[in-house]
């Protein structure tokens, strides 16, 4: 039987995601929505209740009942979010399907910033890990048979013990390439086991035939610069270590050092914004950019067919691996509804819906048989990402938001503004030490 208090609850709520409802507007009368809904004067006083003490709405004695203007920050127990993205999340709709048939007590909502159950991406678990649950306890409930997933996508989130995140895709990050932009150039197209100096070469060449914007996606986000950190051979952090801080190291200083060559190589002024460059691509009018398979929905959309893939080029005494691009599932420990846990965790990793992400090309479902069929292995760009799957590090091992603000902020700043590299890494990394120290003794006291 349909719950009717629910009911009610999701039309306040979807009227809100939709904005006919906006913050510090009076609702309609509980009989008002009692008539439009037809459903009982008391099951609406029941939701609208229920939605004021989750802090959505705002009873005024006398006046009425009003939406709350921080309503985006509450989170709900029955909600689901994902992590936002310039360009959104385009299976987020057929997902919504999904739950509506199959664990219709959870709602997708993306104007919700944060809910109980989410989808967050690789930085966000690790530095915010204690806000989560540990789902290793369900996930061994649900899948005691692990064979049926990747394992190697896991290895970094099992973090003191917990596991806060489950893998629900993952991605390699490779080089797109457009070959024809490359074949007007008179350039050879790259080949797997092409180094750093090769690239320069064809960047060189390119800037006869194209407008340096127009070449390669150089940005100081980290999903680029950490690619060439690890290709390096550097980390940011190695807990290994005495001194775990690895900042300053001459390896990660090098991979900084080559970044910031090729913006000056580029002519970069730091004003571009990364859509713009996913749009040139898909257009056909950029040579170059290094994205995980994520992206592939976006290409797919376009109609944009002459593209190709290969290996992130090769940096001599480095490593051949790039950073891991994880979507994971995770469910805060605020949560008082462990049977819906539970079932939440075992359909998101059900073949149903693994197939459904795979038949999307939204990076690799950590189903094997649904990453099997939703890769053309007949097509080498799209296998490629298959056999650099194995080739990945997640091991950012930053387990603060602060210290990631810090980090990420540093580098940014270092890649945009600094000609030093050696001087400026050595203060960002001193910072993250006093940091990490005050954050020691600290520990130290509570206990």
């Keep these: 039987m349909e719950d009717k208090a629910l009911k009610v609850r999701n039309y306040i709520l979807d009227r809100l995601e939709g904005g006919e409802l906006k913050p510090g507007q009076k609702l309609p009368g509980a009989r008002e929505i009692s008539g439009t809904l037809k459903i009982s004067f008391m099951k609406v006083q029941q939701a ?105 996508p896991f290895k970094t989130f099992y973090i003191n013990g917990r596991l806060p995140g489950i893998p629900f895709i993952f991605s390699p990050r490779v080089m797109f390439y457009n070959p024809e932009l490359l074949k007007k150039a008179g350039v050879s197209f790259p080949r797997p086991g092409w180094t750093w100096d090769d690239f320069l070469v064809i960047v060189r060449k390119l800037k006869k035939t194209l407008p340096s914007e127009k070449i390669f996606d150089w940005h100081s986000a980290p999903s680029l610069w950490i690619n060439i950190i690890f290709r390096a051979g550097a980390c940011l952090m190695d807990p290994e270590r005495e001194d775990m801080v690895m900042i300053d190291h001459p390896r990660t200083q090098y991979a900084l050092e080559l970044l910031s060559c090729l913006k000056k190589e580029l002519n970069y002024d730091g004003n571009r914004p990364y859509p713009d460059y996913v749009r040139e691509f898909c257009k056909g009018e950029l040579a170059f950019f290094i994205e995980p398979r994520e992206i592939m929905p976006f290409i797919k959309r376009s109609k944009f067919k002459n593209w190709a893939t290969v290996p992130i080029p090769f940096i ?132």
């Design 48 to 152: 609208l209740e229920q939605l004021v003490r989750d802090g959505i709405l705002e009873a005024v004695p006398r006046r009425g009942t009003f939406v709350q203007h921080e309503w985006q920050n509450r989170i709900l127990q029955s909600n689901f979010t994902a992590f936002k993205t310039y360009f959104g999340l385009p299976w987020l709709s057929g997902l919504e399907k999904i739950f509506a048939e199959k664990l219709p007590q959870l709602r997708v909502r993306e104007k919700f910033r944060r809910s109980i159950f989410e989808l967050r991406t690789t930085v966000t678990v690790q530095s915010e890990s204690r806000d989560y649950l540990d789902l290793a306890p369900i996930f061994d409930k649900c899948y005691p048979d692990k064979s049926v997933f990747f394992t190697h």
């Design 316 to 447: 001599e005494g480095g490593r051949d691996i790039s950073a891991q691009a994880t979507d994971l599932i995770c469910i805060r420990n605020t949560c008082t509804d462990y049977q819906t846990a539970e079932e939440f965790v075992r359909l998101m990793l059900s073949e149903e819906v693994q197939d459904f992400i795979g038949a999307e090309a939204y990076g690799i479902p950590i189903r094997k048989s649904s990453a099997f069929k939703s890769i053309d292995i007949e097509d080498p760009r799209d296998a490629l990402f298959l056999t650099e799957a194995s080739k990945t590090s997640a091991q950012y091992n930053i387990d603060s938001p602060e210290l990631c603000a810090m980090i990420n902020d540093g580098i940014r700043q270092i890649l945009n503004n600094s000609e030093n590299i050696k001087k400026a890494t050595r203060e960002l990394a001193d910072a993250v030490r006093i940091f990490l120290n005050i954050k020691k003794h600290n520990n130290t006291e509570k206990l």
